[in-house]
Every structure is written in C-alpha cells, then in structure tokens.
C-alpha cells in the first residue's frame, strides 16, 4: 500500500480512487496526500454541490432565472474538475519539495544548488494553495448568486457549500503561509501573501451566506 500511496503523490490518479482509499492514504504516513489536497477536496465538494442546487433550480417555475443557472452549472462543472486537478498537483508539488531536501549538501556549490532547489519547489507548493483559494472565493461568490433564486428545498445545501469553501480557503491559507518563508522571489512572495490576506473576506462572506440560508430554514 506505501508504493500505491507513493505513486499517488506523484500526482497519478488520485480522482480515480474511491473515497475510502484516499481517506487511507490521507491517514498514512506518507508525505502526500495532505491537508492541501483535503483543501481542494473540499473545495470540490463545494462547487459540486452549488452544481447540484442549480440543476434542481430548473425548468418552468424557474424561467426567468434560466441563463443564470445555466451559467452556473457550466461553471461549477468547470471548477469542480480545478479543484480536483489541484489536489493532484498539490500532492506532486510536496513531492517536489520532499526531493529538494533530499538533495546532497556535502559542498558549499552543493548547498547553493539544494537552497535554490528548494526555494523553486516551496513556490509551487505555495501557488497550489493559492489556486485553492481562487476556487473557494468563486464558489462564494456563485452561492451569493444562487441563493436568491434557488430552489427553496435545497437552499441548505447552499449553506454545506459555502461551508466547505470556507474550510477549502482557510486551509489553503495555512498551506500558503507556511511555504512563504523559504521563497526567495520578493514579487512571488508578495503575490501569495496577497491571496492569503483575501481568505478573510472570504470566510466573512461564507459566514453571511450560511447565517442567511439558517434564518431562512428557521423561519
């Protein structure tokens, strides 16, 4: 099982496994599958049930919404598929890293060589992250635009998918966060704290939209 699980996290099938396999590998002690791809998971699971509001908002008593839930689903199938291709490159960019510390550092060359290795490699791990975080704002976004017109019974889960999003985007912060230290490009560095600062007003919005989707249920 630890070669299968190595091979996942050189970025192989992992959209192919069944849940319960990548559960397993999640749990072991391997460098990946990580919280960075539990974040695109999530993520995923986010725009995929924004996917599922919009296709029972369908049909005659919903007219005048069509165009809208129309674009929708195209875009929720779109983001769906992102999310899932990120938490494949999440788990080949911590590969990626992983080889970078094994690098030889025996001679001052071989140290420069292995920091600047390193320092490549910390960037892809963190841009993953950041991609994660574009996904779960847009599905913010997309289940501010649904709530209003969805179908009244399944506005709840309006609510699960802004949750998951919020999980997705402050995960993905956290694995932002942690790599931006050993990255040497100012401008990079810059640019993924940015999208780090965003995850603030992402979580703000999930929240209102969540509090919004309760008080409806409760009232």
Known sequence: MLRRAGRQAEGGAMREETI??????????????????AAALQAAQAVALLGMVARYSTGEKYAEHTSLVE??????DVLRSEALRLAEDDATAFGAVAEAYKLPKDTDEAKDARSAAIARALVG???VPAKVVAV????????????????RNVVSDIAAATEAA??????????IEINLGGIK??????????E????????ARAERVTAAVREEIAG
């Open 71 to 76: 674009r929708i689903i195209g875009e929720t």
């Open 166 to 175: 919020r999980a997705a985007a402050t995960t993905a912060r956290v694995n």
């Open 185 to 194: 490009d100012e401008k990079v560095r810059a640019g993924l704290a940015a």
């Open 136 to 151: 779960a704002r847009r599905a913010v976004e997309i289940a501010e635009e649904l709530l209003p017109v969805a179908n």
């Open 196 to 203: 780090a600062a965003e995850v603030d007003d992402v979580a």
């Open 125 to 127: 791990a963190g841009t």
């Open 20 to 37: 319960g396999d990548f559960l397993f590998h999640l749990a072991d002690r391997v460098p990946a599958p990580g919280g960075g791809a």
